[in-house]
């Protein structure tokens, strides 16, 4: 097996790096160990490891003191002249032989050994190290300049001693030996950060610049980098998340990244390239998805992005074909690390859970959706700018909104934890749901005025069809399950229902093959509407009665109050009117009254109190009969009130919220 090649040798000196020497040196020479307590010790031992690894920004002079101090049991007599010692006094160098004498002392912390001897090893002592080596590397300019930076920087400066150095043979004077590292300029990771943060702000020419700068840079000592198909791939990547789908297409990004690939003999970045194109949608409409098969190389979310394609009703395949491929990614994730030894992602070990909550909720089990979220939301991070989180907690907000939790769904997803770690992409999907929530309350009140006066003209980006949560209004047929049951409830509405009993009976025949379950039940339940006007009452009462084990649990609040709806009036249709019929028939009534006072559905709420009023009349029960009249004359007001709204405080102040953090965002 070859060798990997070497990490970069060059490294230069900051002056943060004195003042870790500093405490290591008080640590370790100046001072016995004995005199500090052990969770001391654990404490800046942690601090420095910190500072060491340099994974993030290096810590300020009195930011640094003031991590020290916080370390308990830094008050003992042991640590105070510890701390006595670390004063900008005793620390600061008057001379370049002050600073010299410093780093040979510095030299007598680590004993270097001859190759294959084995020793003892220290991430403090490689630290110690390389800046003793570092500073030998400097001229005199050098060590004068890094000695006024060092001043500069215990008074506070934050800018001094961390300028970006042009390495070339002639201006370059800061170093007296020069190893070849240092007489070529080496790729440096800043111009990615650059192009990451133009993607999250949505600035496509920052990250396009950005994402040149960082290819262009010197790699190694070859002719050709051998990067460009990773640039292209990346610039791909990003129109891609920009729904860019053309630009993503076009032979200049990832047509030409696929040559690039099979030209380098780079398999891995090729499978990466097909795989973006599989994502991205075909060029001639109502042509099925490409599939991606098993194979070496291939990623477990290429095959969990399969599951998507799955789940497009108009696919035509049962949930049965999307649940094998989840088991055939699990699979290939466990292959993936295991064997092929590829490093371990949090957001990829927990993506299938993801994929499986939302599988399961198109398949009508609303438990087990929940159950899948909750493992997602248990191990994400908190913040974080994961989309297996950001996609859970959508999900979750508006099947609390659909229980009729609409100001609680919007809380939730207001919370600072939630968009905090937003990308701008991830917080079109964000505003958008808050909008989807505000717009399904305003259809379910009858805020017609509302919606066109203020939430038409507030919707951001995104997806939306007003088929639904509204009737009569124009859109392009895109399911061949929820569009024919909308026409079905449309006609409902003008009681022409009966002429759309072949395109209900299509959209069951299509859900109940493709396991959509909560589907095929609302099928059901309007099919039982409508055998009533045929006077199959017995029949349609059987139906309802075989599916209200499933729909009583109230997963869909929505749908149980139809349901309790529709089979009390099948119920008091079948025993002929009787009185023991409508006495059977008031439970439901009463459930589904309390279910739509709950969501809020005022006009089926005005019905189901208008009936109920009724039967009580025929029952001769005046106080309940007046109690339900009164609980419907209320419900008209709130439907007249309704009506006339446009604006509301709450409501203004939520979409404030948005923007504000719109704007937070494209500012980082």
Same mark, same amino acid.
Request: hydrophobic share 40%; glycine share 6%.
């Given at each position: 097996? %070859?060798?990997?090649?070497?990490?970069?040798?060059?490294?230069? *000196?900051?002056?943060?790096?004195?003042?870790?020497?500093?405490?290591?040196?008080?640590?370790?020479?100046?001072?016995?160990?004995?005199?500090?307590?052990?969770?001391?010790?654990?404490?800046?031992?942690?601090? *420095?490891?910190?500072?060491?690894?340099?994974?993030?920004?290096?810590?300020?002079?009195?930011?640094?003191?003031?991590?020290?101090?916080? $370390?308990?049991?830094?008050?003992?007599?042991?640590? +105070?002249?510890?701390?006595?010692?670390?004063?900008?006094?005793?620390?600061?160098?008057?001379?370049?032989?002050?600073?010299?004498?410093?780093?040979?002392?510095?030299?007598?912390?680590?004993?270097?050994?001859?190759?294959?001897?084995?020793?003892?090893?220290?991430?403090?002592?490689?630290?110690?190290?390389?800046?003793?080596?570092?500073?030998?590397?400097?001229?005199?300019?050098?060590?004068?300049?890094?000695?006024?930076?060092?001043?500069?920087?215990?008074?506070?400066?934050?800018?001094?001693?961390?300028? =970006?150095?042009?390495?070339?043979?002639?201006?370059?004077?800061?170093?007296?030996?020069?190893?070849?590292?240092? %007489?070529?300029?080496? &790729?440096?990771?800043?111009?990615?950060?650059?192009?990451?943060?133009?993607?999250?702000?949505?600035?496509? /020419?920052?990250?396009?610049?950005?994402?040149?700068?960082?290819?262009?840079?010197?790699?190694?000592?070859?002719?050709?980098?051998?990067?460009?198909?990773?640039?292209?791939?990346?610039?791909?990547?990003?129109?891609?998340?920009?729904?860019?789908?053309?630009?993503?297409?076009?032979?200049?990004?990832?047509?030409?990244?696929?040559?690039?690939?099979?030209?380098?003999?780079?398999?891995?970045?090729?499978?990466? @390239?097909?795989?973006?194109?599989?994502?991205?949608?075909?060029?001639?409409?109502?042509?099925?998805?490409?599939?991606?098969? +098993?194979?070496?190389?291939? =990623?477990?979310?290429?095959?969990?992005?399969?599951?998507?394609?799955?789940?497009?009703? /108009?696919?035509?395949?049962?949930?049965?074909?999307?649940?094998?491929?989840?088991?055939?990614?699990?699979?290939?994730?466990?292959?993936?690390?295991?064997?092929?030894?590829?490093?371990?992602?949090?957001? %990829?070990?927990?993506?299938? =859970?993801?994929?499986?909550?939302?599988?399961?909720?198109?398949?009508? @089990?609303?438990?087990?959706?929940?159950?899948?979220?909750?493992?997602?939301?248990?191990?994400?991070?908190?913040?974080?700018?994961? /989309?297996?989180?950001?996609?859970?907690?959508?999900?979750?907000?508006?099947?609390?909104?659909?229980?009729?939790?609409?100001?609680? $769904?919007?809380?939730?997803?207001?919370?600072?934890?939630?968009?905090?770690?937003?990308?701008?992409?991830?917080?079109?999907?964000?505003?958008?749901?808050?909008?989807?929530?505000?717009?399904?309350?305003?259809?379910?009140?009858?805020?017609?005025?509302?919606?066109?006066?203020?939430?038409?003209?507030?919707?951001?980006?995104?997806?939306?069809?007003?088929?639904?949560?509204?009737?009569?209004?124009?859109?392009?047929?895109?399911? /061949?399950?929820?569009?024919?049951?909308?026409?079905?409830?449309?006609?409902?509405?003008?009681?022409?229902?009966?002429?759309?009993?072949?395109? *209900?009976?299509?959209?069951?025949?299509?859900?109940?093959?493709?396991?959509?379950?909560?589907?095929?039940?609302?099928?059901?339940?309007?099919?039982?509407?409508?055998?009533?006007?045929?006077?199959?009452?017995?029949? @349609?009462?059987?139906?309802?009665?075989?599916?209200?084990?499933?729909?009583?649990?109230?997963?869909?609040?929505?749908?149980?109050?139809?349901? @309790?709806?529709?089979?009390?009036?099948?119920?008091?249709? &079948?025993?002929?009117?009787?009185?023991?019929?409508?006495?059977?028939?008031?439970?439901?009534?009463?459930? &589904?009254?309390?279910?739509?006072?709950?969501? %809020?559905?005022?006009?089926?709420?005005?019905?189901?109190?208008?009936?109920?009023?009724?039967?009580?009349?025929?029952?001769?029960?005046?106080?309940?009969?007046?109690?339900?009249?009164?609980?419907?004359?209320?419900?008209?007001?709130?439907?007249?009130?309704?009506?006339?709204?446009?604006?509301?405080?709450?409501?203004?102040?939520?979409?404030?919220?948005? *923007?504000?953090?719109?704007?937070?965002?494209?500012?980082?």
């Amino acid at each position: 097996m %070859e060798e990997p090649e070497p990490p970069p040798t060059a490294h230069t *000196l900051r002056p943060h790096h004195i003042s870790i020497l500093m405490v290591i040196m008080l640590l370790y020479r100046h001072y016995p160990r004995k005199r500090f307590h052990p969770s001391f010790l654990i404490r800046v031992h942690k601090i *420095l490891l910190q500072e060491i690894v340099e994974v993030t920004p290096p810590m300020s002079f009195h930011k640094l003191l003031e991590a020290l101090k916080a $370390a308990p049991h830094s008050n003992d007599d042991g640590a +105070i002249p510890f701390f006595e010692s670390l004063k900008p006094k005793y620390m600061d160098f008057v001379s370049v032989d002050h600073m010299t004498n410093f780093f040979h002392g510095v030299s007598y912390l680590y004993v270097d050994h001859k190759g294959g001897e084995e020793s003892r090893r220290s991430m403090f002592g490689y630290f110690c190290r390389r800046a003793v080596v570092s500073y030998m590397k400097l001229s005199f300019a050098g060590v004068s300049k890094l000695r006024i930076d060092y001043h500069e920087w215990l008074n506070g400066g934050t800018t001094a001693g961390y300028e =970006h150095f042009q390495r070339d043979l002639i201006t370059y004077d800061s170093l007296l030996l020069k190893t070849h590292a240092d %007489e070529d300029p080496q &790729a440096e990771p800043d111009a990615y950060s650059d192009f990451e943060r133009g993607l999250a702000i949505g600035d496509s /020419n920052l990250a396009s610049e950005n994402l040149r700068r960082f290819f262009e840079q010197h790699f190694h000592e070859g002719s050709d980098s051998g990067m460009r198909q990773h640039a292209l791939l990346n610039l791909s990547r990003m129109h891609y998340l920009r729904h860019e789908y053309t630009a993503a297409r076009k032979v200049f990004f990832l047509v030409e990244a696929i040559e690039m690939s099979r030209l380098a003999g780079d398999k891995e970045t090729l499978q990466h @390239c097909q795989g973006l194109l599989h994502r991205l949608p075909p060029k001639q409409k109502n042509s099925k998805p490409a599939i991606n098969e +098993i194979q070496p190389g291939l =990623h477990p979310i290429e095959v969990l992005f399969d599951v998507e394609k799955l789940l497009r009703v /108009n696919s035509g395949q049962p949930l049965s074909a999307a649940f094998e491929k989840i088991i055939q990614a699990i699979g290939l994730y466990d292959h993936w690390i295991d064997v092929q030894g590829n490093h371990l992602d949090d957001a %990829e070990q927990w993506s299938q =859970h993801a994929v499986q909550s939302v599988v399961w909720s198109a398949a009508g @089990c609303e438990k087990l959706a929940i159950v899948e979220e909750n493992i997602v939301t248990a191990f994400a991070e908190v913040g974080g700018d994961s /989309n297996n989180a950001i996609t859970i907690t959508l999900n979750r907000a508006y099947r609390n909104a659909r229980q009729g939790r609409y100001q609680g $769904a919007i809380a939730v997803l207001l919370e600072p934890n939630v968009w905090r770690g937003l990308s701008l992409n991830d917080y079109s999907k964000w505003a958008s749901q808050i909008w989807h929530i505000l717009v399904l309350r305003a259809s379910r009140r009858g805020q017609q005025r509302q919606y066109h006066d203020l939430l038409k003209t507030m919707r951001p980006a995104g997806s939306f069809n007003p088929r639904d949560y509204f009737f009569n209004v124009s859109a392009s047929i895109i399911s /061949n399950i929820r569009d024919p049951l909308y026409e079905f409830l449309q006609m409902q509405q003008v009681g022409q229902a009966a002429t759309t009993v072949e395109q *209900l009976l299509r959209a069951l025949w299509h859900s109940e093959f493709q396991g959509r379950y909560g589907s095929y039940r609302t099928g059901l339940i309007l099919l039982a509407d409508i055998g009533l006007e045929f006077g199959m009452t017995k029949r @349609c009462k059987r139906i309802l009665e075989e599916i209200m084990p499933q729909v009583i649990d109230g997963d869909d609040l929505e749908q149980r109050a139809l349901a @309790c709806f529709t089979l009390a009036r099948c119920t008091i249709a &079948a025993g002929e009117q009787s009185p023991e019929s409508i006495r059977e028939a008031l439970p439901y009534l009463d459930i &589904a009254e309390k279910d739509y006072t709950t969501l %809020e559905i005022l006009r089926s709420l005005a019905d189901v109190q208008f009936f109920t009023s009724v039967l009580y009349h025929n029952l001769n029960m005046v106080e309940e009969r007046d109690a339900a009249a009164r609980r419907h004359l209320k419900t008209e007001e709130a439907m007249q009130e309704a009506a006339v709204v446009v604006a509301e405080g709450w409501i203004d102040q939520v979409w404030e919220l948005v *923007l504000d953090v719109g704007a937070a965002i494209a500012k980082r």
